[in-house]
């Protein structure tokens, strides 16, 4: 099982609009946790970093939450653009401090 | 700019053959991953160098595959008698110094591997 689960599997929204990302892990013991963003062809790039103190850390206009007591996290987009456009994964280190990815949201935002 | 990069972009193989993929990392940058992404789903770690030392292959999926990073700097990852299901992204990443969990990695943009 994967030790870090994303929700959904794909989203399609149109521009301007807003909307949230999940992800869920049970890596233990928990060091920290990123949100990268993917587009297509390309590698992942960090948006942002959240350890274990952090609560709510912001991009622009990505705004990550971070809940350590149930292990999940949100990745909040406001005011959708079509460069938005891409995979957002979830990263979790493991206990070998190797990264640990969800299997991404691909979201897609229509003009 | 400097970032990562990876050669060649897209490889397709035949089924058999041996492939050589290449990472250059950012110059200076003491760690470097190797990770290989299936279609549609997030990266999974390979191995890992600290200088030219291959401190974790635990990813590695058989003896088929090796790494190496001889000088330290560009690392080379070589796969033997590809078969099918080692068609995918193979991305390679390199952060600034130990590799540790909370410092960036910057990643390339990937080979892309066809076995056909």
């Known amino acids: 099982k994967n030790q870090v689960e994303q929700s959904p599997q794909s989203l399609i929204i149109l521009e301007g609009k807003n909307c949230t990302l999940q992800c869920n892990y049970t890596v233990s013991p928990f060091s920290n946790l990123r949100w990268y963003k993917q587009d297509t062809g390309r590698g992942p790039v960090s948006l942002t970093i959240?350890?274990?103190?952090?609560n709510t850390k912001s991009n622009g206009r990505y705004t990550a939450t971070l809940d350590a007591d149930t292990k999940q996290s949100s990745l909040h987009i406001t005011a959708s653009q079509l460069s938005d456009s891409a995979s957002y994964i979830c990263v979790v280190p493991n206990a070998g401090n190797m990264l640990t990815f969800g299997g991404g949201t691909r979201l897609m935002v229509k003009p | 700019g400097a970032g990562v990069s990876q050669s060649p972009r897209y490889k397709v193989a035949k089924r058999g053959q041996d492939v050589a993929l290449r990472c250059d990392p950012i110059?200076?940058?003491?760690?470097l991953f190797w990770y290989q992404q299936a279609l549609g789903q997030g990266p999974e770690f390979l191995t890992y160098f600290q200088n030219e030392a291959q401190l974790d292959k635990s990813g590695l999926p058989s003896d088929r595959f090796f790494a190496e990073r001889p000088e330290g700097s560009v690392s080379t990852l070589k796969i033997q008698r590809t078969q099918q299901e080692d068609s995918a992204v193979y991305l390679c990443?390199?952060?600034?110094?130990?590799?540790?969990?909370?410092?960036?990695?910057?990643f390339g943009p990937g080979t892309r591997l066809l076995v056909l």
């Open positions: 110059s200076g940058h003491v760690s």
């Open positions: 990443a390199s952060s600034l110094t130990s590799g540790s969990p909370g410092e960036t990695q910057y």
């Open positions: 959240m350890t274990f103190s952090e």
